[in-house]
């Protein structure tokens, strides 16, 4: 044999950003395998127009935002999210392919990396097929744009904050019910702790600081000081912290309940 | 067999692996070296510990003690490059369920780093060489077990490894697909490091030429199929493997120095 024992014969080195493209676009198609894309896209527009028109009042405020939109977004990505994330590792540990990806040539970053990209990707394409509203806002008025932007942007991290905490909650169960009301109660207590009714309740005894110390951990907060159309550098790495600390963390279950 | 004079290093090397799920004791200092051109047989009762070995050995999971070297490449000091080494197929042949043949095993191309027209044909030779062109466009999940199989084989073999791990890689197909894989398996084992698991012993017999039996954690036998043969009582004039296989994997038959011999004789060829 012309081969050496101590090369390996024919598989090819991929470099890390290689891995997580392979990984992000097996994951991303895997939506579109299943009716899953199609009943996740339909539902999450008709309740964002739905919450918009009939609870939001868009039209009757007669003003030329989309305020009535953005603000339910919390409370819709709270059951829908989970619907997304709960499949990401729960999954691969039932049919059992977490023994085939994890013994393939990745690292274990590489699949959390690939598979929460793919996750949040697929989210913003529902979120952008929102873009009807826009056009209409723009149609019957004049909007700020950058607002409107900047809510966009808000919505897209929120969601992204959300999926990464499923995306861990996924992974430490086989079974995807589980996970979705897991990650169903983790998301609301985030965005709980930013609630007016719970702070006022706090407001009542606790000292300021504290107040506001909890409203600063809660997604709410960051997220509806965002949708007024600033872009608070503290706000933005609020949710990139959140999503980098559960991607690492959802490093660490991955290894310690793969085999489970 | 042993034909080539650079064999000196073994393909699979694992030394005084352990495993322990709390306080069980799954895998109690197993070592094994596999150099190219050999087919070993893992045998064992269920539960004595061969998916854990293997599943040590291809990384999946994280020994307790001891290390495992691919083609040199130490897997926990550079996971990536030793998992290049091998081809695995899992207990079961798991893969994903909406996936089409075709696509997964694309998937899989593009994991081993071949894109564009490498990819195609890498995906082609593997399709062709397990039978599997009838059933290509198909979804995983609509396939028989026998397909299945085959499938996992395919993604084993699709970048032709000069290692190949199959934990029960006849498991749930008819004799026809057995003999075909058996034949598959000879035709692999020329060059390559091959460890199989298997409850069928005359398999053991068609088609390794090593074979290792573990019981309760450790090695209790390692030398050659014939030799595996030779350990069943004399009285034994049919199915002499699997008297051998009882002998040493219960207490019924006194075989207490078997363990202790298997281990230090050891069956390296």
């Not at chain 1, 697929?122 to 929102?130: G, N, P, Q, R």
Request: glycine fraction near 8%.
């Amino acid at each position: 044999m012309s081969t050496t024992s101590a090369q390996p014969r024919s598989a090819l080195a991929l470099s890390a950003l290689a891995r997580i493209t392979v990984v992000f676009r097996r994951e991303f198609r895997s939506y579109f395998q299943t009716p899953l894309a199609a009943v996740f896209l339909v539902i999450f527009l008709f309740l964002a127009g739905l919450f918009a028109f009939n609870i939001g009042g868009f039209y009757e405020r007669n003003q030329a935002d989309l305020r009535p939109f953005f603000q339910f977004h919390p409370w819709l990505y709270v059951f829908l999210v989970p619907a997304v994330s709960m499949r990401l590792w729960a999954e691969e540990r039932r049919t059992g392919t977490i023994e085939l990806i994890m013994t393939l040539p990745f690292g274990a970053a590489d699949l959390v990396i690939g598979k929460f990209l793919a996750a949040w990707a697929f989210t913003t394409v529902a979120l952008s097929l929102t873009f009807p509203m826009w056009i209409t806002v723009s149609w019957l008025g004049n909007p700020d744009h950058g607002t409107i932007f900047v809510a966009y942007l808000a919505s897209a991290l929120l969601a992204g904050a959300f999926l990464a905490v499923g995306a861990f909650l996924s992974a430490l169960t086989k079974n995807q019910v589980i996970a979705f009301v897991l990650c169903a109660v983790a998301c609301f207590v985030l965005l709980l702790a930013g609630f007016p009714a719970v702070l006022d309740f706090i407001r009542g005894w606790a000292p300021r600081g504290a107040v506001e110390g909890l409203a600063s951990t809660s997604a709410l907060t960051h997220y509806e000081s965002m949708m007024r159309g600033v872009i608070d550098l503290r706000d933005v790495l609020y949710f990139v912290l959140v999503m980098a600390a559960f991607l690492v963390l959802n490093v660490f279950a991955i290894d310690w309940k793969k085999s489970d | 067999m042993a034909s080539h004079t650079d064999r000196k290093a073994p393909r699979i090397e694992a030394v005084k692996l352990e495993k322990r799920f709390g306080h069980i004791h799954a895998v109690r200092g197993i070592d094994l070296e596999v150099p190219a051109g050999q087919v070993l047989g893992f045998l064992g009762p269920n539960g004595a510990g061969k998916s854990t070995t293997m599943r040590m050995i291809t990384g999946f999971l994280e020994p307790s003690g001891g290390r495992v070297k691919l083609e040199g490449i130490d897997i926990s000091e550079d996971p990536i490059a030793a998992k290049r080494t091998f081809g695995y197929l899992p207990e079961g042949a798991p893969a994903y369920p909406d996936m089409t043949v075709e696509e997964f095993l694309g998937f899989i191309a593009a994991a081993r780093g071949f894109s564009g027209r490498d990819a195609k044909d890498r995906v082609e030779r593997a399709i062709g060489r397990v039978n599997l062109q009838g059933v290509r466009r198909q979804a995983f999940e609509t396939l028989s077990k026998g397909y299945k199989r085959r499938t996992g084989l395919a993604q084993a073999l699709l970048h032709d490894p000069g290692i190949l791990i199959l934990d029960e890689p006849t498991d749930g197909l008819d004799p026809n697909q057995k003999f075909e894989v058996r034949e598959l398996i000879k035709e692999l084992g020329g060059d390559r490091a091959i460890v199989l698991s298997t409850h069928i012993l005359e398999e053991v017999e068609a088609v390794c030429t090593r074979a290792v039996v573990i019981n309760k954690g450790g090695i209790v036998f390692d030398g050659t199929p014939a030799e595996m043969e030779a350990r069943a009582p004399r009285d034994v004039t049919k199915n002499r493997m699997d008297a051998a296989f009882r002998a040493m994997t219960t207490g019924d038959v006194a075989d207490g120095a078997g363990a202790a011999a298997a281990r230090t004789k050891g069956g390296r060829r």
